[in-house]
């Protein structure tokens, strides 16, 4: 089931692809099969068909499950992170979703100064200010980018979203659009010791939408691994 799913999503990537309205950024799509409450022998699978990055919710869930994979894989934390679980996070993660506030990014660099580490990050926005959801306000990425570059340690390689869940995709649309035009906006002001590289947004309800409107990263769990048994 999960190579039959898989060369569906990748088929719907290429689609989207073909179907964008306007030249973006970046013409290519990593797709990150979130792995949550799915056992290592789905993610095996998923890994042995062509998956090569896997993001997950939970740190510790993570760990467990790097211990008994037995493949090499990149390491994407999608989930909220706590300070406290920082250290975990920069040893055994490559890029880190969801930094949204400036005490989390300085204890993301002192930690990965002790590492000798620079950590690359996604800063998390909430495009549309959802009470539920972590993510910096759109007017606040700017300047709260410009800050955070100053830490050495740490590297702003992009943005996330996570839109909300809308039964018709197309309604997801002007927010993607929303977070594409701030991206490309701070990736021209070319920021010291910031690269706009990854832009991540799109999920399986979803994902054809954000890469439509230029997302070069799509989270996708349901959409390879099927419904999840929640635990």
Request: hydrophobic residues 40%; neutral net charge.
């Amino acid at each position: 089931m999960i190579v039959e799913n898989l060369a569906i999503v990748q088929e719907k990537v290429q689609q989207a692809l073909n179907n964008r309205l306007n030249e973006k950024f970046d013409q290519t799509v990593k797709l990150i099969a979130v792995t949550k409450n799915n056992d290592i022998y789905a993610m095996r699978e998923a890994i042995d068909a062509g998956i090569k990055v896997v993001g997950e919710n939970r740190i510790q869930e993570a760990l467990d499950k790097k211990k008994e994979l037995n493949r090499t894989v990149e390491w994407h934390l999608i989930g909220h992170l706590q300070t406290n679980k920082v250290k975990q996070a920069v040893l055994n993660f490559d890029l880190i979703h969801s930094v949204d506030s400036e005490r989390l990014a300085v204890e993301i660099n002192k930690v990965a100064n002790s590492l000798n580490k620079v950590q690359e990050i996604l800063v998390q926005v909430n495009v549309v200010n959802e009470i539920s959801k972590f993510g910096l306000n759109i007017e606040q990425v700017n300047s709260f980018i410009k800050t955070i570059s100053q830490h050495e340690n740490l590297k702003v390689v992009g943005l996330m979203l996570i839109a909300p869940y809308y039964e018709n995709p197309e309604e997801a649309r002007p927010i993607f659009r929303k977070l594409y035009e701030q991206f490309m906006e701070i990736k021209n002001q070319q920021i010291l010791n910031v690269e706009m590289k990854w832009l991540s947004m799109g999920m399986t309800n979803d994902y054809q939408v954000a890469i439509e409107e230029g997302a070069n990263i799509i989270r996708v769990g349901t959409g390879i691994f099927g419904q999840r048994k929640d635990v």
